[in-house]
């Protein structure tokens, strides 16, 4: 089995938004064993779409793909595990996993409240 | 001085996807001391607008707003320093300043790649 793990962001037409999201996935790659890309549900390149079709094409057999959103509303509800159906049919050889938002993990919670605590702390 | 530091999330019509957001805030609530509260840049209440109002009116002379983005994208760098701008020329007697968004911050980014690598290694 070759896995890969993908990092959905929304997307958006300016890359002054789309920056932080390319460090995070630059930071992480450096990090992690299993192979990572940063795709965007809409707007940007790359697509949801071609890069589950590029790690079909390199041999991938699991992608996990974790939404990089504060909170899971109608798109990760609705559009997206429709688009995650549609792409695991389109590429049967390829298993794909749509995880909740990463806003949704405890550990991400526990962390922003930490952020937002040491800020908070600058003026106590 | 009496000092309050504003949560700003985006906002949505869809309480699926505000849940998170207020359960963030109700868990740092009891972890500060400086008060908290959780308004919304657009679509759903309690607005940034009548937030301020009711700092204002509560004899706060200090607020810090923090926006729940992982990136600036337009709305960050245009409308809602604007926004802010005019909120504080309706309200003198507070001071408002604008961070950057929490995605900005290297601690929330950290944070954020430790979940990413402990989501990821659960299958190494």
Redesign the interface.
Known sequence: MQ?A?I?M?HG?S?P??????E??AE??SE????P?RLAYMEICAPSLEATVAALAAEGVNRA?I?P?F?????HL?QDVPAQVEALGEAHPELQLTL?PP????P???E??????????GE??
């Not at 990463?102 to 993990?105: K, T």
């Not at 962390?111 to 908070?120: Q, T």
């Open positions: 896995d793990l990092l962001a958006s300016d002054h938004w789309r920056a932080p999201f460090r995070l930071r992480l990090r992690l064993s299993t990572l996990e974790l990089l504060f909170a899971a509303g109608r509800r995880l990463v806003g949704e993990h550990a991400f919670v962390a922003l409240a930490a952020v937002v605590a040491e800020r908070a003026h106590d």
